[in-house]
C-alpha cells in the first residue's frame, strides 16, 4: 500500500539522534515536560488538530511528530501518540495504526536517553517492540514504517542484535524506492547501509553506499530528508528529478533541472535549446529526454516557455 506522505513541503528537517542512547538527557526531566506550551505555535496548533478525529492527510502526524521533536519533547509526543492511537484506534485502518506506532516508536528511540539507566534497556526493548508491530500491521509494505524502523534499528547497540532486521529494513527501502515520498529519502538508507557495511568491516561497500548517500563521511549531525539537493556542477535543485510523460511518447514535463519546471516536445528535427540564459539545463533535459524516449532516434525540442520557482 502506497501512502504519498509529501511532509517536506515546508522544507521539513529534523534530526534523529538515537546514536545518543548513552549520552546526555535529551531535556530536563524523564517526560520533556519542561518547555510544553512554551511559545511554539506551530506545535500547539498541530496538536490541537490531531486532537479532534484521525488526520485524513498522514502527513500532519508526522510534521506533529518533527514538531515534538524540534523541541526537543521527544516523550510528551510519544505521549501524546499513544493516548491519540488509543481514543481513536476503534477507528483507524490497521495501515494507519501503524503509521501511529511508527511516530511513537521515533519519538521514544529519541528519548532514551532521557530515561533512567536503571529501565533505558526495557524502555529500548519496548520500543523495539512498537516499531514491529507497525511493520506487522502495515504487513511490511509501507516506505515510511520500514524506513523509521531500519534508521532505529541501525543505531541500535550492538547489545540490542536488531542490526540484521535494520539491513533487511533498509535494503526494502531501495528495493521499494518508487514507494518513498521522494528521494530525498534514499539519503539515510544509503548512509545507514554504509554504516553497517562499515561495522561489518566492508570498506569498499561502506564507500560506495556513503557516495550515494551524498555524505562526505559519517559523521554527520542530523537527518536529512529534504526534496530539494546542492551539486557542484549543476547547483542548486528544488526537487528530485523527474519526468513525467503529458503526451505519451511526444510530450514530456520535467522538474528537477535547475530552478525550472520544463516542458520538451518529441520532433523529427535537431533539438535547439531555446532557454539560452540555462545552456546547461537545456543539455540535461536533453539527455534525461533521449533516456526516457522509447524511439532514441527521435531528437528533442525544448518550449520556449519555462516555469521559474520562486526562491520564496
Known amino acids: 500500500m502506497r501512502i504519498a506522505l509529501y511532509l517536506l513541503a515546508a522544507l521539513l528537517v529534523f534530526g534523529v539522534l538515537i546514536a545518543r542512547l548513552r549520552a546526555t538527557p535529551a531535556g530536563p526531566g524523564p517526560g520533556n515536560h519542561a518547555l510544553g506550551g512554551s511559545g511554539r505555535p506551530e506545535l500547539e496548533y498541530l496538536k490541537a488538530v490531531s486532537s479532534v478525529g484521525p488526520p485524513r492527510d498522514p502527513q500532519l502526524l508526522f510534521l506533529l511528530m518533527a514538531e515534538y521533536s524540534n523541541a526537543n519533547l521527544q516523550g510528551e509526543g510519544a505521549e501524546f501518540f499513544s493516548a491519540r492511537l488509543k481514543e481513536f484506534g476503534p477507528r483507524l485502518t490497521d495501515a494507519q495504526k501503524a503509521l501511529y506506532l511508527s511516530a511513537i516508536g521515533l519519538l521514544r528511540a529519541q528519548h532514551a536517553s532521557s530515561v533512567s539507566l536503571l529501565y533505558r534497556i526495557g524502555y529500548v526493548k519496548e520500543t523495539i517492540a512498537t516499531l514491529e508491530q507497525a511493520k506487522q500491521l502495515s504487513g511490511g509494505q509501507v516506505f515510511v514504517v520500514n524506513w523509521i524502523a531500519g534508521i532505529v534499528h541501525a543505531q541500535l547497540p550492538s547489545f540490542f542484535h536488531q542490526q540484521k532486521a535494520a539491513h533487511e529494513e533498509l535494503a526494502w ?11 530525498g529519502w534514499l539519503r539515510e538508507v544509503y548512509y545507514y547501509l554504509g554504516k553497517l557495511a562499515l561495522a561489518g568491516g566492508e570498506q569498499g561497500k561502506a564507500q560506495d553506499y556513503l557516495r550515494r548517500s551524498g555524505y562526505r563521511d559519517f559523521n554527520r549531525p542530523i537527518t536529512l530528508i529534504t526534496p530539494f539537493s546542492e551539486e557542484t556542477a549543476s547547483g542548486h535543485a528544488f526537487s528530485p528529478r523527474r519526468i513525467a510523460e503529458i503526451v505519451p511518447g511526444r510530450v514530456y514535463a520535467l522538474s528537477g533541472f535547475e530552478f525550472t519546471e ?51
Do not use: F
Not at 527501502?173 to 528521494?183: F, R, S, V, Y
Not at 540535461?284 to 533521449?290: P, S, T
Open 173 to 183: 527501502c531501495l528495493a521499494n524506492a518508487d514507494k518513498a515520498p521522494h528521494a
Open 262 to 312: 520544463s516542458r520538451a516536445l518529441l520532433r523529427e528535427e535537431q533539438l535547439r535549446g531555446r532557454d539560452r540564459s540555462r545552456p546547461w539545463c537545456a543539455r540535461c533535459v536533453r539527455q534525461a529526454i533521449l533516456r526516457r524516449s522509447l524511439q532514441p532516434g527521435q531528437l528533442t525540442e525544448l518550449q520556449a516557455g519555462h516555469h521559474r520557482r520562486s526562491p520564496h
